[in-house]
């Protein structure tokens, strides 16, 4: 009955976070956006948040005022990436905990083909690695104990892997099974494409293709991975190019959010770290 959304909410947090989504809503309902249920206008705020509460101080996470206020915000000018917004206290690279992770972070990406425009957000807080998929080289990720270089988190699961076969029947720890449960990489792709309920379904598919491609591993078990995927304009288009795009940008997004993302709390950011 519903196919249309007013705002998409993303933020920190953990589940505290999620109070952001009101300042928003109240934002939209004082200028009257909403779906229509006749006694009153309720916007439709589809949104999303990430673990960073082990990043500086758990208190300080998103509130309806800050909500809000990033409505004021908003603009047509070019997105601020790296530390901001969502990306403040996410990392990636856990795989060895928080002393061997780096930081991440909010990154953007747009593609132009013509009049058509495909374009992407990422909030990027992944167990996993950050991959260049132009390279295949690692650029972000769990740092090696030897304080050179990256340990490479599929490397590491797999010894782990190994180790518990040859210890069978010998009872593991917690931390020689899982990975920090501190994770979750969030999404936006975007097009002027003209797009029905179907259809942005399929691109937001065709869309975690490029976490796959610049995350590695992705979608764990302690990960909560998401992409939302919006309709805004009136050109025609095939859906399987917009995913097919969608998928390119987005991957390029997850790789700018580490690129552009500063060094927090003693956590390095790619451009301090050598």
Not at 230 to 235: A, F, M, Q, R, Y
Request: proline letters at 4%; hydrophobic letters at 45%.
């Amino acid at each position: 009955m519903v196919d249309k959304v007013h705002a998409i909410y993303l933020g920190g947090g953990s589940a505290f976070g999620l109070a952001g989504a009101d300042g928003v809503m109240r934002w939209l309902e004082e200028r009257g956006h909403g779906f229509d249920v006749l006694v009153a206008k309720v916007p439709i705020v589809p949104g999303a948040i990430l673990f960073d509460l082990a990043l500086g101080n758990a208190k300080v996470r998103p509130d309806a005022a800050a909500g809000y206020a990033a409505c004021i915000a908003a603009s047509t000018a070019l997105v601020a990436e790296g530390n901001v917004g969502a990306g403040t206290g996410a990392t990636v690279g856990k795989i060895m905990g928080f002393p061997h992770a780096m930081k991440g972070g909010l990154g953007s990406a747009c593609r132009r083909i013509g009049d058509k425009i495909i374009a992407a957000l990422v909030a990027v807080n992944a167990a996993g690695d950050i991959v260049d998929p132009q390279t295949g080289q690692i650029v972000a990720g769990a740092r090696h104990p030897s304080g050179q270089g990256f340990a490479d988190t599929n490397a590491v699961l797999t010894k782990t892997l190994q180790q518990s076969s040859q210890s069978w029947g010998r009872r593991t720890t917690p931390q020689e099974t899982s990975t920090p449960r501190t994770n979750t990489t969030l999404g936006v792709v975007a097009t002027n494409i003209e797009l029905d309920m179907a259809g942005v379904t399929k691109v937001a598919q065709m869309a975690h293709d490029g976490l796959a491609r610049s995350i590695r591993p992705v979608h764990t078990m302690t990960d909560g991975d998401i992409v939302f995927a919006l309709s805004l304009g009136k050109e025609s288009g095939d859906i399987s190019l917009v995913g097919a795009v969608a998928a390119e940008v987005l991957a390029e997004a997850v790789v700018r959010a580490v690129r552009a993302a500063e060094s927090l709390f003693g956590v390095p950011a790619v451009r301090d770290w050598q």
